[in-house]
């Protein structure tokens, strides 16, 4: 049913007008999914069950995805100060709309245009001073990149020495598969399990670049499932900083 009214709605409403009523709209529906068998990590909604989407879970209030959960519950235990520069490439609206509500400076940008943002930032030529901010999240963007080894010079220069960089993406095991040959949607389906993907990386591979880049790299595994906040199992955070 979910996903019926989402097509549904996506197809009468723009895009603009979407992304401004969506809240309201996510608030009368999750009055049918109240209880207390569950708490939304990012909205603080307690909830009786999650909605199934593609393998994964969401929250019906606020529309975060169980990453989402974990990535805010990680800044918010740990990363979370008043007045620190934040820069996020691409976040989830359920992000976007927690982080506005912080006493933080706050960017974010995004290519697609399918995420709301103030900016439109190339991660490999990003407009921003050296050594500007505090923390930068770059969930689910490097392997839609090309020139991967750009971005991670561009996010470690525009990174503070004491910021922290917080980076996802799918893994693999194995080596870091990627050929530039590919460039249809069909065949990026086919090899990289999205359209809009270049590559699956593994996680050693990753690591190694983030290193060459200059990062000192944390690879944090979650191991355990929480059903609670609706996490997943295993799942992978490299929590990044400069070296020294």
């Excluded at 929250?59 to 520069?85: A, M, T, V």
């Excluded at 060459?212 to 906040?229: A, H, I, L, R």
Aim: with cysteine.
């Amino acid at each position: 049913m979910y996903n019926n009214l989402k097509k549904i709605i996506h197809t009468f409403l723009p895009k603009k007008t979407l992304f401004k009523i969506e809240p309201n709209l996510r608030f009368l529906w999750a009055l049918f999914y109240r209880g207390s068998k569950h708490e939304c990590a990012v909205c603080k909604t307690n909830l009786r069950a999650w909605i199934d989407f593609h393998k994964d879970t969401i929250c019906p209030n606020c529309g975060s995805l169980s990453r989402d959960r974990r990535l805010w519950q990680l800044i918010e235990e740990n990363y979370l100060i008043n007045h620190i520069k934040v820069l996020d490439f691409s976040p989830s609206r359920s992000l976007y709309r927690k982080w506005k509500k912080q006493k933080v400076t706050y960017k974010a940008t995004d290519l697609s245009g399918d995420f709301i943002s103030n900016n439109q930032y190339d991660i490999t030529a990003i407009p921003e001073g050296n050594n500007t901010f505090d923390l930068i999240v770059c969930y689910h963007i490097l392997e839609h990149v090309i020139d991967d080894l750009s971005a991670m010079k561009e996010l470690h220069r525009v990174l503070k020495f004491t910021g922290t960089l917080l980076v996802q993406t799918p893994f693999k095991k194995g080596e870091i598969y990627e050929d530039y040959s590919i460039i249809s949607a069909e065949e990026r389906l086919k090899h990289f399990d999205q359209e809009d993907h270049v590559r699956i990386y593994s996680v050693e591979g990753l690591k190694n670049r983030l290193t060459q880049s200059g990062f000192e790299v944390n690879v944090k595994e979650f191991d355990s499932k929480n059903t609670k906040y609706g996490f997943t199992k295993n799942e992978i955070v490299f929590i990044l900083k400069k070296q020294n």
